[in-house]
């Protein structure tokens, strides 16, 4: 049982322009979601994160929106560089003691060329 | 310099044997995990612990045991009744499990069953 979907495994943009990674989530429970980007052989670096009470976080070229109707949120970076080329994963976590637990997507390989 | 490391970063482990994992981190954060990752899936929770002397069985805990008699260590041992333990592993630790906070990780130890 996927909770978390991340259903591109990969995208390619030229430098310059933005890239939208996207995620989907089936648990209505989740209510705090994040963003980690992975080079191989490396553990994730923390990216940017947001509470279900927002719809919209913002953090230099780094902008996440959540849907929570439609279960859906994307990370926008703009403009992108060659180094955001890695593995981009989105977690999610439930409330109460749960949190701190997350549940991850599968990951969307972005590529981006000079 | 606060972190969290990890210890080997390349480990071979014949078939049967059991092997330890180690995860040392400085942060003086309340809560450790441990993350399998595979090639093409996201990351998978085995363990985690919320304070010293207690840890809770994450969505793969079979095959594998932790132990968190120190805030600040958290190793896991895959045993060999693990049936499929070649993966990458990450060990990583939060503040605590209050409401949103953020996990950070190690840089991983890769596993390979020989």
């Known amino acids: 049982d996927q909770q978390v979907k991340q259903n591109s495994p990969s995208l390619s943009v030229q430098e310059g322009r933005i890239s939208i990674l996207n995620c989907d989530y089936t648990?209505?429970?989740?209510?705090?979601f994040l963003w980690y980007k992975k080079y191989p052989a490396e553990g994730p670096t923390f990216l940017i994160s947001i509470s279900s009470i927002k719809d919209k976080n913002e953090d230099g070229r780094f902008t996440v929106f959540l849907n929570k109707s439609a279960k859906h949120l994307s990370l926008h970076i703009v403009p992108s560089q060659p180094g955001d080329s890695a593995v981009y994963f989105c977690?999610?976590?439930?409330?109460?003691?749960?949190?701190?637990?997350?549940?991850f997507g599968q990951g969307t390989i972005l590529t981006v060329h000079p | 310099d606060g972190g969290i490391t990890q210890s080997p970063k390349y480990l071979f482990r014949k078939e049967g044997q059991n092997v330890t994992l180690s995860c040392e981190q400085n942060l003086n954060h309340d809560a450790m995990y441990w993350y399998r990752q595979d090639p093409g899936q996201g990351l998978r929770l085995i363990y985690y612990s919320q304070i010293v002397n207690d840890f809770q069985k994450g969505d793969i805990a079979e095959g594998y045991s932790v132990s968190r008699e120190k805030k600040e260590s958290f190793p896991l041992t895959v045993t060999s009744a693990q049936k499929n333990p070649t993966a990458f592993y990450l060990c990583?630790?939060?503040?605590?499990?209050?409401?949103?906070?953020?996990?950070?990780f190690g840089e991983g130890s890769w596993l390979t069953v020989v």
């Open positions: 990583a630790s939060s503040l605590d499990q209050g409401s949103g906070n953020t996990i950070y």
């Open positions: 648990n209505s429970m989740f209510d705090y």
């Open positions: 977690a999610a976590s439930a409330g109460g003691t749960s949190y701190g637990k997350l549940t």
